[in-house]
């Protein structure tokens, strides 16, 4: 395991916040890890778990109500114009940073009740 190792990483990015809920209970308690002293856990969708004070995942959020919006649109204009092309969006997400991993030294902005990662350039 990962975790035993003596080169063992520093942080995981772990596939979505449920799968983080279990990398951490592993890290804590089968192999006496501190999050995130020991190891940073960082998360992916922003679900309720994230946000348990036992979890606090820093974790990647998706901008669900923009991607809905615009598969709306791309499925109406279809319809409408009756041709059907693929078309690409891209919307970005936000990094909501908790306590389940190291703060960066700059870059955390609070929005709305959150705090959030923005690198100066972006």
């Known amino acids: 395991m990962m975790f035993s190792r003596a080169d063992r990483p520093e942080a995981l990015f772990v596939a979505n916040d449920h799968?983080?809920?279990?990398?951490?209970?592993?890290?804590?308690?089968?192999?006496?890890?501190?999050?995130?002293?020991d190891i940073s856990i960082v998360g992916y969708d922003d679900v309720g778990p994230a946000i348990w004070r036992s979890y606090g995942i820093t974790s990647m959020s998706q901008p669900v109500k923009r991607m809905v919006e615009s598969t709306v649109d791309i499925l109406m204009d279809q319809i409408t114009s009756g041709e059907i092309e693929a078309e690409h969006r891209i919307h970005n997400g936000e990094l909501v940073v908790r306590t389940s991993a190291r703060l960066p030294k700059s870059g955390i902005v609070e929005t709305d009740g959150r705090k959030i990662f923005r690198p100066k350039d972006a």
């Open 19 to 37: 799968m983080a809920v279990a990398v951490m209970d592993v890290a804590r308690y089968e192999f006496g890890l501190k999050i995130p002293e």
